[in-house]
């Protein structure tokens, strides 16, 4: 594949600019953060790229990209300069990564489908964790590569998905459907005794439980429950602004409208297709 020769002109560009950011006689705030200061920008920026892309804005979708990437640049120029690594480390890292986890592409390996690709992709990183851990003496989990810091659903996804793929796994969609309806019963058991008798401890972990079970029949539908809810969620805000509007058109507020009116304007935007 062949690459416009801007491309590389573009990126020295860019690294010189955000470089300057940081040298004296540059701009204050940048030259003042440290890698742990602005690590909260690196997920925020990603969230706002998946953000552009959900709604289909190419140019918004760019632009976010830019700021993903301007994060990466900043992370590598900050770390160069405490003399941990710079930004060519980061690039050889990772290029030496895909080539090593993409052994169909640049070695003599066979894949049938990216089903199997995605096995010995499992399998390489185990490879490469059985390495690490007899150089440092530590046992690494098989499950110790999904960050504790992402969002509950989606980490619950992807502990589900790495366990799966060393067979730890429903034989079927119905087993993990029958998984979520004894979650759900042992919910209601808990739900059906007395308010003041009921634990709260207990009841968050029941639900937690009955919610891990949904996110096992999502992979098994191959459904991702983190972009699912958050669709039903746009959708939902969606649907309730048309209530607002309705109501503000009327001159009414929610204090003053009843459950059924509400319910009659909800219906209305499902048939307006707000979603």
């Not at 160069?80 to 986890?101: G, H, I, M, P, T």
Request: net charge negative; aromatic share 8%.
């Amino acid at each position: 594949m062949q690459y416009a020769p801007t491309m590389s002109e573009s990126f020295k560009k860019l690294v010189e600019v955000m470089s300057q950011l940081r040298a004296p006689g540059g701009c204050p705030w940048d030259a003042e953060q440290t890698n742990e200061s602005i690590i909260p920008y690196l997920i925020e920026e990603s969230h706002e790229a998946k953000e552009a892309l959900a709604q289909g804005d190419w140019d918004e979708f760019k632009e976010e990209l830019g700021d993903v990437l301007c994060q990466v640049i900043f992370h590598s120029l900050i770390a160069e300069e405490a003399q941990r690594f710079n930004l060519s480390d980061v690039c050889d890292v990772l290029r030496e990564k895909l080539v090593r986890r993409h052994p169909h592409v640049f070695a003599e390996v066979s894949v049938d489908g990216s089903d199997e690709v995605l096995n010995n992709w499992e399998k390489i990183k185990q490879q490469e964790k059985a390495e690490k851990a007899k150089k440092s003496g530590k046992h690494e989990s098989i499950l110790s590569g999904v960050p504790t810091s992402l969002p509950a659903l989606l980490r619950s996804y992807r502990l589900g998905s790495k366990a799966a793929r060393v067979g730890f796994e429903f034989p079927s969609l119905a087993d993990a459907m029958a998984k979520v309806a004894e979650e759900f019963a042992e919910l209601k058991e808990e739900l059906q005794q007395a308010p003041e008798k009921r634990e709260q401890q207990r009841l968050s972990e029941e639900f937690g439980d009955l919610l891990f079970s949904l996110v096992n029949v999502a992979r098994q539908l191959k459904v991702n429950p983190e972009e699912a809810l958050l669709s039903t969620s746009r959708k939902f805000q969606k649907r309730f602004t048309y209530i607002e509007e309705k109501l503000s058109q009327q001159n009414k507020g929610f204090e003053e409208s009843s459950l059924e009116e509400m319910d009659a304007l909800w219906d209305e935007a499902k048939k307006k297709n707000r979603s």
